[in-house]
């Protein structure tokens, strides 16, 4: 028996998350007294792996899965979970890994719990916090299925190094899958940080009143190694790329920082970034309602506030 944990890449790199979903993993199969496995699918960048814990890594290479499809990933990691006798399975929240463990729950019959913040309180029965109602609180949810898929919050757990230089690998054939989905276009955020993968993302709104005023947040997140979001009119406007649209109709943020500047914080942008750790609000406006979910606010004009600022962190 083990837990398995499916790390998901990028350009042969692997994502923050993942190392996330495998600290995680690591823990629960401590806790459990069983080994924890991870699933690699068409990534060579092992080595990084190490640091993290797992006692045995499965390589999948395969032409069929250059792209990804929740449909035949599911059907890979399934073929996996049989023939490693693993009832867990461990996946980041990105938007893929979300789409998977939807589609992995219905192929093998198991409960698909997401959003989960911390290690189980109980293992029988088998007990697990995670956040509801858009991250205004958290619920105690008990999985009775004898599989279970577990999604891990971002930022929630934490990256957590534990060493195995004695990490086992081995290749795994995966037939061809029949699928009926088609990627027809893949749209790439651009930037040196994503918004998934950030600890800090400065984010700004129509107070900013132009795409051209836009290099002001691109220095500051450059300075903080920050990636780069707006607010849904902004992207509506064209402004910026649909891709860092946050918020519940957009992509949700769980950073350890939140830096929103010029926006006014409707309850939809609200709820987006409601789980991430610290908010930090530049605004003119002191009746923005932005203020009230705020751990710190700055009442302000942001051409003013911004350039100092920057100038400030350069100087440190």
């Not at 109980?122 to 279970?148: G, M, Q």
């Amino acid at each position: 028996m083990s837990v398995l944990v499916y790390l998901e890449s990028e350009n042969n790199k692997f994502k923050k998350s993942s190392y996330e979903a495998l600290s995680y993993g690591k823990g629960l199969a401590d806790k459990m007294g069983v080994q924890v496995c991870g699933v690699v699918i068409n990534c060579s960048d092992i080595e990084s792996l190490k640091a993290y814990g797992p006692d045995k890594i499965l390589k999948i290479e395969s032409q069929d899965l250059s792209a990804f499809s929740s449909k035949k990933y599911a059907h890979a990691i399934a073929n996996i979970m049989k023939s490693e006798n693993a009832h867990i399975v461990i996946l980041s929240s990105t938007p893929d890994s979300k789409y998977l463990g939807a589609h992995l729950s219905g192929v093998t019959d198991s409960s698909f719990v997401s959003n989960v913040v911390e290690l189980p309180e109980s293992i029988s029965p088998f007990t697990i916090k995670r956040t509801c109602f858009t991250n205004k609180a958290f619920s105690l949810t008990e999985i009775i299925s004898d599989t279970k898929i577990i999604s891990i919050a971002s930022n929630s757990f934490g990256v957590i190094e534990n060493s195995n230089d004695s990490l086992a690998e081995e290749e795994i054939d995966i037939k061809s899958i029949d699928s009926n989905q088609r990627i027809l276009n893949i749209e790439k955020e651009s930037g040196s940080v994503t918004i998934a993968d950030a600890e800090i993302v400065v984010s700004a709104g129509r107070g900013l009143k132009g795409p051209e005023n836009w290099e002001m947040i691109e220095t500051l997140a450059e300075t903080l190694g920050a990636a780069t979001a707006c607010s849904k009119p902004v992207s509506d406007m064209g402004w910026r790329p649909h891709s860092e649209h946050v918020g519940q109709t957009g992509k949700p943020v769980s950073s350890n920082l939140y830096i929103a500047i010029g926006i006014s914080g409707a309850i939809q942008h609200l709820a987006g970034i409601n789980s991430s750790k610290v908010k930090v609000v530049i605004n003119n406006d002191p009746e923005a309602p932005f203020f009230k979910a705020a751990d710190y606010g700055v009442i302000g004009d942001a051409f003013e506030v911004i350039p100092s600022l920057i100038e400030k962190l350069k100087a440190r």
